[in-house]
C-alpha cells in the first residue's frame, strides 16, 4: 500500500496483518513473560522431584498451545489502515478494540528489524503516541520497503497537522516512490555521532544492571521453599571436604576469589547486554528530527522529533564519574493514563559520551553552555543539617540493635561506628551536589552524589511550578520549587526563599510574554 493509496481513499482499506506476525505474537508474549519464565525455573527444579513431576511437561506444553491459540487470533482479528486523519488499528477476539490515533498524537514512528524478521526481510512498525501506553500502534512483519513508505506518510501527515502541510505534505509524498531506491543512511539524514565498541563495554561496565535480575531470581527462588543444599547436593558438591583441608588464610583467600569471579561474570553479562543494545549506535540529524539507530540482533531506527523532547537528562554514576562519561537521556513526553508510570522507552538514551562530547549531542536540540561551567545557587546549609541529623539517628538505632539486641560480635559494632562518617560524606557530597541555575530560558537543575546529574529544559517546556514550604521552612526562609514538564518532574529544595520566588515570577512571565508551543 503506497501513501498515494492511503491519502486517496482514507477510511476505506482496512488492512490484514502478514502471515509472519503469528511467529512475531508467539515470540513477543515469550518475552515479555521472560522474567516469570526464568522465575518458573526454580519452581519447576522442584515439582520435578516430587509426585506431580509430569506437570513440568504438561504445563509448557499447555501454555504453548494456548499461546500459538491467541497468536493465531490475534492475526485473524487484527485490521489497521491510515486515513486522511489518524492510524486506526482494531484488534482482539472476544472484547474487540479499536483504536484512532491522530497524526499530531504520535510523538515516534520506529521501525524495528528483530532477529527473527531478518531472513524474510521484514520489520516492525512501532508508532509511539504521546499518551497512554495503551493507545500505542504496532504493525508486524511489514516488508522494510513498505515500513518506510507508511513512516514517510505518517511523517508528512504529522507535518501537515502541525500547520506545514502544503511544502512537508507533497514534497514527502513524492519522494516515497523513491524510498526502495534510497540507502537507509541517506534517508535517516546527516550523520553526527556515533558510538564504537569501546564505549559500549564502558557503558556495560559503568552502568551494570545484571544485579537487579540475580536479587530477583534470588528473591523467588527462596519463596518456592527450595534450599540450596539440596541442590548443591545433587551436583555431588561437598563444601565440608573442600574447606575441611584449608587454612583460614586459603579459605578467605577462597572467598576472594569466589567475589572476584562472581563479579566479573556480572560485569561480562552487563557488557553483553550493552553491546546487544547499542551496537553499531548512530545518530543522524533529519531537519526537525533526530534518528537513531542501533542493536545487534534487534536492529531499531527511532526517529524524534526534537519539538516532542521535553528536557535532557545528564546523568552520571560513580563509575561514570571516575571516567569522565556520562549517559544523555532525551526526554519525551510521557504523560498516560492516570496511575500509569512513564516510560522508560520513550526516553532516548545516548550511552558513556564523553563530557567533551556532550554538546555534539545536546546543541542538537537546544544550545546551552557546559553545564559545568554555569553558576548555580547551592541548597541551603540546613538541608545538609537535617539529612545528617537523620542518618546519624538511624546509625545511632542500628548500633544500639547490634549491641543489646542482637548481641553480635564486636565487629559488627565497629563497622557501624565506622559506617558513621561514610553517611556523613554521602550526605556532605549530596549537599554539595544540588542547586539550580537560570541561563536566559533554560532552567538547569543539578543533583547527585558522587557523580553529578544535571537536566535542563527551557521555559516554554513547563506545565507547573510549584512553591512549597513547611511552617518550619518559613522560619527559616527557605522554600522547595518543583518543576513539572510533560516528561517529568523536578524537585529542588532548600532554596532561600527569595531566590524561589524570583525564579517563578521569571518562569511564568517567560512563558506568558513569549508564547511558544511545547510539543
Known amino acids: 500500500?503506497?501513501?498515494?493509496?492511503?491519502?486517496?481513499?482514507?477510511?476505506?482499506?482496512?488492512?490484514?496483518?502478514?502471515?509472519?506476525?503469528?511467529?512475531?505474537?508467539?515470540?513477543?508474549?515469550?518475552?515479555?513473560?521472560?522474567?516469570?519464565?526464568?522465575?518458573?525455573?526454580?519452581?519447576?527444579?522442584?515439582?520435578?522431584?516430587?509426585?506431580?513431576?509430569?506437570?513440568?511437561?504438561?504445563?509448557?506444553?499447555?501454555?504453548?498451545?494456548?499461546?500459538?491459540?491467541?497468536?493465531?487470533?490475534?492475526?485473524?482479528?487484527?485490521?489497521?489502515?491510515?486515513?486522511?486523519?489518524?492510524?486506526?488499528?482494531?484488534?482482539?477476539?472476544?472484547?474487540?478494540?479499536?483504536?484512532?490515533?491522530?497524526?499530531?498524537?504520535?510523538?515516534n514512528v520506529n521501525i524495528v528489524e528483530p532477529f527473527y524478521f531478518r531472513p524474510p526481510g521484514l520489520a516492525i512498525l512501532s508508532i509511539d503516541s504521546a499518551g497512554s501506553s495503551n493507545d500505542e500502534v504496532e504493525i508486524p512483519a511489514l516488508s522494510v520497503g513498505a515500513a518506510e513508505e507508511l513512516r514517510t506518510y505518517i511523517s508528512a501527515m504529522r507535518r501537515r497537522s502541525a500547520g506545514d502541510h502544503a511544502v512537508a505534505a507533497s514534497k514527502t509524498i513524492e519522494s516515497v516512490a523513491d524510498v526502495s531506491q534510497t540507502p537507509s543512511d541517506e534517508s535517516a539524514g546527516e550523520q553526527f555521532f556515533q558510538r564504537s565498541l569501546r564505549d559500549l563495554v564502558i557503558h556495560g561496565l559503568t552502568n551494570n544492571r545484571a544485579f537487579i535480575a540475580v536479587a530477583g531470581i534470588l528473591g523467588l527462588f527462596w519463596q518456592t521453599g527450595l534450599s540450596t543444599t539440596n541442590i548443591v547436593d545433587s551436583l555431588g558438591i561437598n563444601f565440608d571436604v573442600i574447606i575441611a583441608g584449608l587454612s583460614l588464610v586459603r579459605f578467605a583467600i577462597l572467598l576472594v576469589v569466589a567475589l572476584i569471579l562472581s563479579i566479573g561474570v556480572l560485569a561480562l553479562l552487563s557488557v553483553l547486554v550493552s553491546i546487544f543494545s547499542f551496537y553499531g549506535f548512530t545518530m543522524y540529524r533529519s531537519g526537525a528530527r533526530l534518528v537513531v539507530k542501533r542493536g545487534l540482533i534487534n536492529k531499531h531506527e527511532i526517529a524524534v522529533r526534537k519539538s516532542r523532547i521535553q528536557s535532557i537528562r545528564l546523568s552520571q554514576d560513580w563509575l561514570d564519574y571516575l571516567l569522565d562519561r556520562r549517559n544523555i537521556y532525551l526526554e519525551q513526553l510521557t504523560h498516560g493514563a492516570r496511575g500509569e508510570q512513564p516510560h522508560m522507552s520513550k526516553h532516548v538514551i545516548v550511552p558513556s559520551v564523553k563530557l567533551s562530547e556532550t554538546r555534539i549531542v545536546t546543541d542538537e536540540v537546544w544550545t546551552l553552555d557546559f553545564v559545568e561551567q554555569l553558576q548555580f545557587t547551592p541548597l541551603h546549609w540546613r538541608w545538609f543539617k537535617k539529612w545528617a541529623l537523620i542518618n546519624s539517628m538511624i546509625n545511632a538505632l542500628v548500633l544500639m540493635m547490634i549491641v543489646f539486641v542482637w548481641q553480635l560480635p564486636a565487629g559488627f559494632t565497629a563497622a557501624g561506628i565506622a559506617a558513621w562518617p561514610v553517611l556523613m560524606a554521602l550526605v556532605y557530597m549530596s549537599w554539595k551536589r544540588g542547586g539550580l541555575a537560570v541561563v536566559r530560558d533554560m532552567v538547569v537543575v543539578r543533583s547527585g552524589t558522587i557523580g553529578i546529574n544535571y537536566r535542563f529544559f527551557p521555559t516554554s517546556k513547563l506545565q507547573d511550578v510549584t512553591h512549597m514550604q513547611t511552617p518550619f521552612m518559613r522560619r527559616r526562609n527557605v522554600s522547595t520549587i518543583e518543576f513539572m514538564t510533560a516528561a517529568s518532574k523536578v524537585k529542588v529544595p532548600y532554596l532561600p526563599s527569595d531566590f524561589a520566588r524570583q525564579v517563578i515570577n521569571f518562569t511564568l512571565a517567560d512563558v506568558e510574554s513569549r508564547p511558544r508551543s511545547w510539543m
Do not use: C
Request: hydrophobic letters at 50%.
Open 1 to 107: 500500500m503506497t501513501a498515494e493509496a492511503v491519502a486517496e481513499q482514507p477510511g476505506d482499506d482496512w488492512q490484514r496483518l502478514s502471515v509472519w506476525s503469528i511467529p512475531h505474537f508467539v515470540l513477543s508474549r515469550i518475552a515479555k513473560y521472560t522474567q516469570a519464565l526464568i522465575f518458573g525455573v526454580p519452581a519447576g527444579f522442584g515439582v520435578s522431584r516430587t509426585d506431580m513431576a509430569e506437570l513440568v511437561w504438561q504445563v509448557p506444553l499447555v501454555v504453548g498451545i494456548a499461546l500459538s491459540i491467541w497468536s493465531v487470533l490475534q492475526f485473524v482479528f487484527t485490521r489497521y489502515r491510515l486515513t486522511a486523519q489518524a492510524v486506526e488499528m482494531q484488534r482482539g477476539a472476544l472484547f474487540r478494540r479499536r483504536i484512532n490515533l491522530t497524526f499530531e498524537r504520535i510523538q
